[in-house]
T-cell receptor, first 113, second 113 residues
């Protein structure tokens, strides 16, 4: 079955630095990969979507890369701010899963002032 | 305002007492789904629906039922709740599967004693 792995340990960085979060998957490549932000006790909020034929996507301070050879996506937040502190989830849509979205466990990011 | 609503937000119940968690969206989305979120296990899909009267099992459907009689509503039914169904539940909707962002509700925290 498909496995998705995100950094299990929390990521602590200093304000102004770039945060880099990792999402690795096994077996089949997904058709699409999405990143979500989740604050404690709240529902995930969509951030970015990248397709399998795209290498990189940007939105303001956010950048997502997708390497189907490495079976990995990287999520970058540049010039990080304390308000960026949250849990970030990657979600993959695999062709062989009937279009079902499968979520990683998430990585908790803490940005210190 | 485009949104997904869930009710109730918090529920404490006893084993075996049937309950329903309602979910409604006002975006005319075709695709709706239910997830549960547990520490260390991430978001896991319970059931999903691609349109009215079309539902299918997700990864953890045991002990749950759903129905999709109207496009906007997708209730989650626990016929005989058990303590292992204590969890945080999220409803989500999107225009379709795949390359569409999912809009999540605010969550329902369920405790079964």
């Amino acid at each position: 079955s498909q496995k998705i792995e995100q950094n299990s340990e929390a990521l602590n960085i200093q304000e102004g630095k770039t945060a880099t979060l990792t999402c690795n998957y096994t077996n089949y490549s997904p058709a699409y990969l999405q990143w979500y932000r989740q604050d404690p006790g709240r529902g995930p909020v969509f951030l970015l979507l990248i397709r399998e034929n795209e290498k990189e996507k940007r939105k303001e301070r956010l950048k997502v890369t997708f390497d189907t050879t490495l079976k990995q996506s990287l999520f970058h937040i540049t010039a990080s701010q304390p308000a960026d502190s949250a849990t970030y989830l990657c979600a993959l849509d695999f062709y062989n899963q009937g279009g079902k979205l499968i979520f990683g466990q998430g990585t908790e990011l803490s940005v210190k002032p | 305002e485009a949104q997904v609503t869930q009710n109730p937000r918090y529920l404490i119940t006893v084993t075996g007492k049937k309950l329903t968690v309602t979910c409604s969206q006002n975006m005319n989305h075709e695709y709706m789904s239910w997830y549960r979120q547990d520490p260390g296990l991430g978001l896991r899909q319970i059931y999903y629906s691609m349109n009215v009267e079309v539902t299918d099992k997700g990864d953890v459907p045991e002990g749950y039922k759903v129905s999709r009689k109207e496009k906007r509503n997708f209730p989650l039914i626990l016929e005989s709740p058990s303590p292992n169904q204590t969890s945080l539940y999220f409803c989500a909707s999107s225009f379709g599967q795949g390359a569409h962002e999912q809009y999540f509700g605010p969550g329902t925290r369920l405790t079964v004693t």
